[in-house]
């Protein structure tokens, strides 16, 4: 079936960086966004991408393979504000509309 | 100043009673949206519409019913209202091009159905 897939949880330390992973799997694919949500707040946008390779947006990036169906957000130079759940979206399905991971939620330690 | 705003914030409802949310933009885009989240499961689209006057069926339609009366204003419909309806629900507005694709999203109501 189709889907996309994210961990749960993943922890860092301040200062560091992490990377957050995405795989999905869909019936067509237009591109895939990526959104952060903190804690009983909205989704925000923070990147879209729909080419193959890495896209540097200064204090995060992220990289898309189309042909292992994977992505990743890295996120540098960590601060504790960044402790957020980070929701990967794949546009396409039958009716090329947004299929969302269940995002993982980064823990970010002093 | 908010882009999507969303009514009511939180809503406690009977088990078979109607429900209506309601969601208003200003950003003038086309398309608009309606999703759930619950814990372990991502955003599921529910209906969603292409401008005033269309409503396109979701990935979990049923137990609701859409309306877009204009641009600006996108309901979302309870007629008879179940506990596993118990959710956040999300509006969001966005229209998709070339290299752009941001949905911008109200701040969610918290809907308990008892």
């Known amino acids: 079936g189709q889907g996309v897939e994210q961990p749960d949880n993943l922890m860092s330390v301040e200062g560091t960086f992490a990377r957050v992973n995405c795989t999905y799997s869909?019936?067509?694919?237009?591109?895939l966004s990526w959104y952060q949500q903190r804690e009983g707040h909205a989704p925000v946008f923070l990147s879209y991408?729909?080419l193959d390779g890495l896209k540097d947006s200064g204090h995060f990036s992220t990289f898309l393979s189309r042909s292992n169906g994977y992505s990743y957000l890295l996120l540098t130079e960590l601060q504790i504000k960044d402790s957020a759940s980070y929701l990967c979206?794949?546009?396409?399905?039958?009716?090329?509309?947004?299929?969302w991971g269940s995002g993982t939620k980064l823990i970010i330690k002093p | 100043e908010a882009a999507v705003t969303q009514s009511p914030r939180n809503k406690v409802a009977v088990t078979g009673g109607k429900v209506t949310l309601s969601c208003n933009q200003t950003?003038?885009?086309?398309?608009m949206y309606w999703y759930r989240q619950d814990t372990g499961h991502g955003l599921r689209l529910i209906h969603y519409?292409?401008?005033?006057?269309?409503?396109e069926k979701g990935d979990i339609p049923d137990g609701y019913k859409a309306s877009r009366p204009s641009q600006e204003n996108f309901s979302l419909i309870l007629e008879l209202a179940t506990p596993s309806q118990t959710s956040v629900y999300f509006c969001?507005?966005?229209?998709?091009?070339?290299?752009?694709?941001?949905?911008?999203f109200g701040p969610g109501t918290r809907l308990t159905v008892l």
């Open positions: 969001a507005s966005g229209d998709f091009g070339g290299t752009y694709a941001e949905q911008f």
């Open positions: 950003n003038n885009h086309n398309n």
């Open positions: 519409s292409y401008g005033a006057g269309s409503t």
């Open positions: 869909t019936s067509g694919f237009n591109g």
């Open positions: 991408v729909v």
């Open positions: 979206a794949v546009r396409g399905g039958s009716n090329y509309q947004l299929i």
